[in-house]
């Protein structure tokens, strides 16, 4: 009963998030059994290929919400956050890589493909422990974490903010980039990690796992979420929204002003390390692409598009952006670019505050009309 | 005329020895009253038997007579044939089934012949390699030093091995300052092999220092096994003393490719110093409009495709306007609602440059475009034989060293860059005394942009012209103007040529991408440290 109220007392006043919720919830409902019970000539039957799209807009739905943890309510524009994200599930694609076993093209019991290829002898020292799903999971949101806090303890403490945050924070993610590029770094080079065949036991290919994953990927997204309110609305929350809007000032009255950002910084990074290799499962590949800056922007226009310092105009934008996006690559893929560069400008000129800010202006509109 | 036959003479001795004396020895007396005129004896090319032929060809050389020089080229190409029907040798060039045929010597044309109708003069591999010397020994008379000294070097480059004092003869009637030098670079060469070790170690003195690829073999062969020590020392010496050479040289070339690598990164930079630095505006659009100037060249060279080695010339004004449109357009389309609010800018601008690369890719295609290189461009400007300068990084130094004092000019003493600043430093206060800040906005990001544009006319003569052209630039321009201090000119002049250089001294040790990653990760740790780079401006103005 306790979490009962926890959860009611955190949604208090946040319509927006009990709705999202709600169609999270329902979704997780809906999407297995539809998947699974429906016969596949029924109207009704939801494919595999649209489980395994939502349950991937699902992790980028987490991945908004960890930018605009750190951007909506910190102030903080990182254009990194793809890196974070791609550190996570490259954890997740280690650990279903040394799943593989014995199963590779080559054979090999203990090395995974890439490895016998570069005629390697033994497991590099980092690969070690990967085999294990709870420390590969762990390692997946620490080493992000890892990252973020001692980016963000330099940074902040040298009280680097704004544009040049956001740049060097794009620097660092091409700096990443060019480095996983590498095939002597021991993560695949160019190709990345991928072939894998299951995970936990189970099988990646069977529809179970799949409605499974994406059932585990929407309850996440919904911790998270209450996770990440309950967070902006306690007295810390306050505090990192002072912050945002005034931190010459804060620092004035006393408080700490680069701990408060350095631990926004690091939680943001570790729910976009859960993201990613929430993501990899269901896309069956990592490799170093997801570190191009280019990804790491468009995160920026989900949470933008959607509303930003709202959390659940984050997790809509993600979606509604992912949905087009595919859509539009489908249909016409030259037109795609165009349409996401005017989104772009469109938002930025014209919906400062988002959808979401949008459609509270059109209610607040008819109410004063009415 | 007694050079003349030295020269001929000692190019035979030297070079001819082993390879033709066996024929010389068996058609004696057909070479001592061999007939003098040039057509005489080539008419009897047509007739001689195999082994007679290099016999002939001597005695063409050693004639008096200027055309003999392009009909022994002939040959070497294989080009002289014989008619089967008038046994008249004549020069003769395939055309698919056809023969083109004309006369050997005064060139006549004869009209085209089936393939049938002529046999082939046979050259060899040893008379080819005779006819290169003796076309050699021809150019060593030449009235051109500069055919002289090739002549000589490619005699040198040959190994000469006999007699020295054939080529001290040569020297002595030398009057060329570089053709004595190579000459006596060649004696020398040949004295390294002597059986005097005074003379051994005479030569090492005079090529101690020397480039040569073939001379430092030589000298690397006395060091190793010279039965005297004291000429083994002394090579050892002299090998070290051309390490070291080698190794300076070396360093002038890395110097040389930082250099050039700064001039590019500067003028990808410079046009963000202006619109980001002065103006404070992220304009993440600014790669691409340094490949839309790229793409300025493209088309320039396209319209005029007769005059390619001047179309840079025509291209840099036309991208400096085509980019520096573009510019005013998207300053005074978007970015203008949009100051004051620089992440949004941020990301409006890199709204465009996602529309502008999605363009080119519909315009023109989503390949790289073809851009030539002009006559004047292309090559290398060679200093010796470890040290080149390519003319393209070259010129493309010289232009960024132009442009970035053209503009350094202009914002100092014209009046449109003295508003520029006025704006920059204090808006309103410029608003009060009657500066139009909205014109000079305009103009000032249309001035950054056309530098882009600018920029994208060297690039394009560096690398490949393509959709992704800007995207591999946008970084390293911020992490230059970054680097050096926003808002300060000549922080993103040295920022550029310190890490233009730092990155080609890194990267024999730590290989390209390493390089890169690590001058990346030494500017964020730079930042962290010295948030205001490395010419921080000062004064109240520019505390937000």
């Not at chain 1, 799943?99 to 054979?107: F, M, T």
């Not at chain 2, 006549?108 to 290169?132: D, H, I, K, P, Y």
């Not at chain 2, 609602?337 to 363009?359: C, H, K, N, V, W």
Request: glycine share 10%.
């Amino acid at each position: 009963m306790q979490s009962k109220s926890f959860i009611i007392e955190t949604l208090q006043g946040d319509t927006g998030g009990r709705i999202l919720i709600a169609v999270l919830l329902a979704s997780c409902l809906i999407f297995p059994v539809f998947n699974l019970f429906v016969p596949e000539s029924s109207v009704f039957h939801i494919s595999t290929y649209l489980v395994t799209l939502f349950g991937k807009y699902l992790c980028f739905a987490l991945l908004a919400l960890a930018l605009d943890l750190a951007w909506g309510y910190c102030g903080i524009l990182s254009l990194g956050h793809g890196a974070f994200f791609a550190l996570g599930g490259y954890g997740m694609g280690m650990y279903l890589m040394r799943q593989i076993g014995d199963r590779g093209v080559y054979g090999d019991p203990l090395l995974p493909d890439f490895m016998v290829f570069l005629n390697w002898t033994e497991l590099p020292w980092y690969w070690n422990g990967f085999n294990n799903f709870g420390f590969a999971m762990l390692m997946a949101a620490f080493v992000p974490g890892l990252l973020a806090f001692v980016f963000g303890w330099l940074a902040f403490r040298s009280r680097v903010t704004g544009v040049y945050l956001s740049i060097i924070l794009q620097a660092l993610t091409y700096a990443l980039m060019l480095a996983f590029f590498r095939n002597e770094m021991g993560f695949g080079g160019n190709n990345g990690l991928t072939d894998f065949k299951d995970i936990v036991g189970f099988n990646l290919q069977s529809d179970v796992t799949r409605a499974v994953l994406f059932v585990i990927t929407g309850l996440i997204l919904i911790f998270v979420y209450l996770f990440c309110r309950h967070i902006v609305k306690s007295k810390f929350g306050r505090v990192v929204v002072s912050i945002r809007d005034a931190e010459s000032r804060m620092r004035f009255i006393g408080y700490k002003v680069e701990n408060y950002k350095t631990s926004v910084f690091v939680l943001s990074a570790l729910i976009a390390g859960i993201a990613g290799a929430l993501y990899v499962p269901f896309v069956g590949i990592i490799n170093p692409g997801e570190f191009a800056p280019l990804n790491s922007i468009e995160i920026v226009i989900w949470v933008a598009i959607g509303g930003r310092s709202t959390l659940y105009g984050a997790v809509l934008g993600a979606i509604l952006v992912n949905y087009a996006k595919t859509r539009f690559t489908a249909v016409l893929p030259e037109v795609w670019l165009f349409a996401l560069g005017g989104l772009f400008i469109f938002v930025t000129l014209f919906l400062p505050k988002g959808l979401v800010g949008f459609f509270s202006d059109v209610k607040e509109k008819m109410r004063k009309k009415a | 005329m007694q050079r003349v036959v030295l020269i001929l003479s000692a190019v035979l001795v030297l070079f001819g020895l082993s390879g033709t004396l066996s024929t010389v020895d068996a058609q004696p007396e057909d070479i001592l009253q061999a007939p003098s005129s040039l057509e005489e004896i080539v008419q009897s090319l047509a007739t001689a038997r195999r082994n007679e032929i290099p016999a002939l060809v001597e005695n063409i050389a050693e004639l008096e007579d200027l055309r003999r020089r392009a009909f022994l080229e002939s040959m070497l190409e294989g080009q002289i044939y014989f008619t089967r029907e008038e046994q008249r040798v004549v020069r003769a060039v395939r055309i698919e089934d056809q023969f083109q045929i004309s006369d050997s010597l005064t060139g006549e044309e004869l009209g085209l012949v089936g393939t049938r109708a002529v046999g082939r003069v046979s050259v060899n591999n040893s008379l080819r390699r005779n006819l290169r010397l003796l076309i050699a020994g021809i150019d060593l008379e030449d009235e051109e030093p500069g055919i002289r000294l090739s002549a000589v070097e490619y005699l040198v480059s040959q190994a000469a091995t006999e007699s020295r004092e054939l080529l001290l003869q040569l020297r002595s009637v030398e009057s060329d300052d570089s053709v004595s030098l190579a000459i006596e670079e060649g004696l020398a060469l040949v004295d390294l092999s002597s059986e005097d070790p005074l003379l051994r170690s005479a030569a090492l003195d005079q090529l101690s220092g020397n480039l040569n690829n073939t001379i430092r073999n030589a000298i690397r062969q006395v060091a190793e096994g010279d039965p005297d020590p004291d000429v083994q020392a002394k090579a050892e010496d002299a090998l070290s003393s051309i390490q070291n050479k080698v190794e300076l040289y070396g360093y002038v070339q890395t110097l040389f490719f930082g250099l050039s690598l700064g001039s590019v990164l500067l003028l990808a930079a410079i046009g963000l110093a202006i619109t980001f630095g002065v103006m404070g505006v992220i304009n993440l659009a600014h790669g691409e409009l340094i490949m839309l100037g790229a793409y300025t060249t493209y088309v320039v060279q396209q319209t005029f495709p007769n005059s390619i080695e001047v179309s840079l010339l025509i291209a840099v004004p036309a991208a400096f306007i085509v980019s520096g449109l573009f510019g005013i357009a998207i300053e005074r389309g978007i970015i203008r609602f949009l100051y004051g609010r620089p992440l949004e800018t941020l990301l409006a601008t890199f709204g465009i440059s996602l529309i502008l690369q999605q363009l080119v890719r519909t315009v023109f295609s989503p390949q790289n475009r073809p851009v030539s290189n002009p006559d004047w461009m292309s090559g290398q400007w060679q200093l010796n034989e470890v040290l080149a300068f390519n003319y393209n990084r070259l010129y493309i130094l010289i232009f960024c060293i132009i442009v970035f004092a053209l503009l350094s000019l202009l914002l100092k003493k014209t009046r449109l860059g003295i508003e520029v600043r006025a704006v920059a430093q204090n808006r309103a206060m410029a608003k009060a005394i009657g500066v139009r800040s909205g014109w000079v906005d305009a103009l000032t990001f249309g001035l950054g942009s056309g530098l882009a544009g600018i920029a994208g006319v060297a690039l394009s003569q560096l690398t490949n012209v393509g959709p992704n052209l800007g995207q591999a630039y946008i970084v390293d321009s911020f992490m230059v103007v970054v680097f050096g201090g926003v808002g300060n000119l000549w922080g993103t002049f040295y920022g550029s040529f310190i890490l233009g250089i730092t990155n080609k001294i890194m990267e024999p040790w730590a290989g390209a991408v390493i390089a890169k990653i690590l001058i990346l990760v030494f500017i964020i740790l730079f930042i962290q440290k010295q948030p205001k780079g490395l010419f921080p401006q000062k004064g109240r103005g520019m505390e937000e």
